[in-house]
């Protein structure tokens, strides 16, 4: 159908606004940028094998792939830790601070985490695709968080031609992106965990003496019935055991 002709058009490079199928698509470049968009689940449907050879390898390049780079994934988290703890340490030796330390530390990643990877790079999607800032942190956003709607791919304006380190320095831009923003799910997930047992340890200690009373006061019922039991039993064998009167 006609439809189906223009997105295999699209796929291969031909758009209403012109052809880009001549920027050797398939490259390195453009396949490193492919494999990235792959393995990390991002997919924007821009590009595709269109050989049976070229799926079933994909399908087999994915099932592997994924799984081994949310282990690098994890991995380039660590190190980034590492670094921050590190710096923290550094600082926590010349500032006899720790706690202030630890906060400062953190937000300055948080600060940095935010620049390299989400408000620094529109300016130079805006540069190499001659996007508007919004649309350029609207495409950060959109791939960072793998949803990767596909409205706004790079490399694919008509008639330019592009450096090939542009293709390669966003797949990195992706991978450590992705690592940082796994990051700081992480670090939020742990803050919430802390809160969640600092309440419950308020909450224990406020409910304890409570607790502690009710069960003081079920023991000395417990002493009391015991020693009424007690009593009871005494006299009713002291009345069975008294000597009867003679007639």
Known sequence: SVFQGIITAYKNGISLLGNDSGQETWDFSGSFFFSVTAITTIGYGNLSPSTVGGRIFCVFFALFGIPL????????????????????????TK???KKMVKVFSSSCALIAGL???????????????????????????????????????????PGKQYPNWYKNMVSLWILFGLAWLALIINLCINLLENCRKVGQCCKTKQTYPMDQE???????GHVASRLKEAEDSQSSTASDTKPESPD
């Open 115 to 157: 620049l390299l990877f989400f408000l620094l790079p529109p300016i130079l999607f805006q540069w190499m695709e001659g996007w508007t800032y919004e649309e350029g942190f609207y495409y950060s956003f959109i791939t960072l968080s793998t949803i990767g709607f596909g409205d706004y791919v790079i490399g694919r304006v």
């Open 214 to 220: 009710l069960m003081e006061i079920t023991q000395n």
């Open 69 to 92: 780079n949310v282990i690098l994934l994890n991995r380039i988290g660590q190190k980034m830790l590492y670094l921050v703890q590190r710096y923290a340490n550094f600082l926590g």
């Open 95 to 97: 500032i006899q601070r």
